[in-house]
C-alpha cells in the first residue's frame, strides 16, 4: 500500500500524515462524523479519496462504508470472525438506543440523521422493555462512554435542573450494528434472567476494536 499512498499524495498535494493519521483514527474508533467536533477533516478525506481508503481498508479485511446523505463513514469487518462480542447490560442497552432511533426517524424527529434522546429517557426504557434494574451510575458512564468510542452516539451537556440527566444524540452508526433481527430480540425478551454466556452467543456486533471488559 505504500506505492498507493505515494500516489495519492502526488494527486492531493497532501501530506501522507494525514491519510495515515485519517486511517488509525478510523482504525480505533471505527467510525467518523462531519457533524461531530474533530472528526470532519477524517471524514472529508475519507469521502474524497474513496478509492485509496477502499483498498486500503480491503487489505485489512474490513470494509469502507461511506454515506455522503449522513455525512458518515466508517468500516465494517468482512469476516464474522472480527465480531466482537459485547457484554449482557451492553448488548441490550445497545438494542434500546436502536429502538429509540427507529421511533423518532418514524415521528420525523431527526437531524442530519442523529435523534436526540436524553439518559433517562434511556434508563427508562432500559427498565420497561428488559425487565432489569439500572446498572450502578459508573457501570452506566462505561456503557456511554463505549458507545461514544464507537460512534454510536455523542454525549451532550447535563441539563441545567437535574444535572444527572445528559443530553445523547444517537448516531446513524446504530443502524449498521444493530439489525433486525436484534431488534426482534429485545422485544420478545421477557426479562427472564438467563446465562451470560446465552445472549452474548446470539449477539454480535460489528466493531473492529476490543470491546469487551471481562
Known amino acids: 500500500m505504500l506505492k498507493e499512498l505515494k500516489k495519492v499524495v502526488e494527486e492531493s498535494g497532501k501530506d501522507a500524515q494525514e491519510f495515515q493519521q485519517t486511517a488509525n483514527f478510523i482504525i480505533a474508533n471505527q467510525f467518523a462524523s462531519a457533524f461531530k467536533h474533530g472528526q470532519r477533516k477524517h471524514y472529508l478525506l475519507l469521502e474524497a479519496y474513496q478509492d485509496y481508503f ?3 481498508f480491503d487489505a485489512l479485511g474490513m470494509r469502507l462504508y461511506i454515506n455522503e446523505n449522513e455525512r458518515l463513514a466508517g468500516v465494517l469487518p468482512v469476516q464474522k470472525e472480527a465480531f466482537v462480542r459485547l457484554k449482557t447490560d451492553e448488548t441490550l442497552f445497545l438494542l434500546v438506543l436502536r429502538q429509540i432511533y ?5 415521528n420525523f424527529e431527526v437531524d442530519n440523521g442523529f435523534v436526540a434522546t436524553n439518559t433517562h429517557i434511556i434508563l427508562d426504557r432500559f427498565v420497561n422493555l428488559v425487565k432489569r434494574e439500572i446498572p450502578s451510575e459508573t457501570r452506566f458512564k462505561d456503557i456511554l462512554a463505549l458507545f461514544n468510542r464507537h460512534g454510536i452516539l455523542i454525549r451532550g451537556k447535563s441539563y441545567e435542573e437535574d444535572s444527572k440527566n445528559q ?3 444517537i448516531t446513524p452508526v ?3 450494528i444493530v439489525t433486525e433481527a436484534y431488534l426482534r430480540q429485545l422485544e420478545s425478551f421477557n426479562g427472564a434472567d438467563p446465562d451470560e454466556d446465552d445472549i452474548e452467543s446470539d449477539l454480535d456486533v460489528e466493531t473492529t476494536s476490543e470491546t469487551n471488559q471481562d
Open 102 to 106: 427507529e421511533e423518532k426517524i418514524e
Open 54 to 56: 477502499d483498498q486500503l
Open 174 to 176: 446504530v443502524r449498521l
Open 167 to 169: 443530553i445523547i444524540n
